[in-house]
């Protein structure tokens, strides 16, 4: 009796990502991606004001981590913005993404490695253009933006933020505007970056971030 309840309950719960799959894979405008739910309790809620586009090339794999309780995903694109993700992601439950008018982020999915993830509780919110490349790494609570989100003594607020293939960025740690990260960097715990471009293969840390190790080489899964 406990194995047929068991299996009941698999069943119910494949049925139910499976319709939570379809209704947020309605919102793709381009692409032959699609959302793939992993929790069935987990909920995504998609923003999509006029002429916004969301293209998906890569399936995004919505999943839940143990660094936070929060079961939902938010996407909000402001209005004639573009979302582009070009091959297969991972977001973890808490991820916040948020495009203003007209704004673009672009995401490039998994190449070399098992897989590219945003975990658990991070935040990104592009003003005007903002990318990051193949294979990256994101931990739990991290800020990624471009610009300053307020203006003091008329100073420019935005710059555009660079992320290159191959980066894990640990966590809690803030990357903001003006910020280059070359391909194949690890950004230290708790660091901050800011109008700084930072070369290949380099360990990056501190606040404000320096490189503190250069030539470095990572990999995602353990050999």
């Known amino acids: 009796m406990f194995k047929f309840f068991k299996k009941l309950n698999g069943l119910k719960n494949r049925v139910i990502r499976k319709i939570k799959s379809y209704s947020a894979t309605m ?30 090339k890569g399936n995004v794999n919505l999943t839940s981590h143990p660094c936070t309780n929060d079961k939902i995903i938010l996407i909000k694109l402001g209005k004639n913005s573009i979302l582009s993700i070009e091959g297969d992601l991972e977001l ?8 203003s008018k007209g704004a673009e982020l672009s995401l490039g999915g998994k190449s070399i490695e098992s897989t590219s993830k945003i975990t658990g509780d991070t935040f990104i919110m592009v003003n005007k253009k ?63 970056l800011i109008n700084t471009t930072y070369p290949s293969n ?7 971030a320096k490189v503190v190790k250069s030539d470095i080489t990572w990999r995602k899964d353990i050999v």
Do not use: M
């Not at 699609?34 to 004001?49: G, N």
């Not at 933006?145 to 293939?165: A, L």
């Open 130 to 192: 903002l990318e990051i490349g193949k294979d990256f790494l994101c931990a739990w609570g991290v800020f990624i933006t471009d610009s300053d989100w307020h203006q003091i003594n008329n100073q420019p607020h935005q710059s555009d933020v660079y992320i290159g293939d191959h980066v894990w960025i640990a966590n809690n740690s803030s990357v903001l505007k003006g910020t280059t990260i070359e391909g194949n960097c690890v950004v230290a715990s708790n660091s901050k």
């Open 27 to 56: 919102n793709v405008d381009e692409g032959k991606g699609k959302f793939i739910f992993s929790d069935p309790e987990l909920k995504v809620k998609i923003i999509k004001r006029e002429g916004a586009r969301l293209i998906l």
């Open 92 to 99: 973890g439950n808490g991820v916040r993404i948020s495009l």
């Open 202 to 208: 380099s360990l990056i840390a501190g606040s404000p």
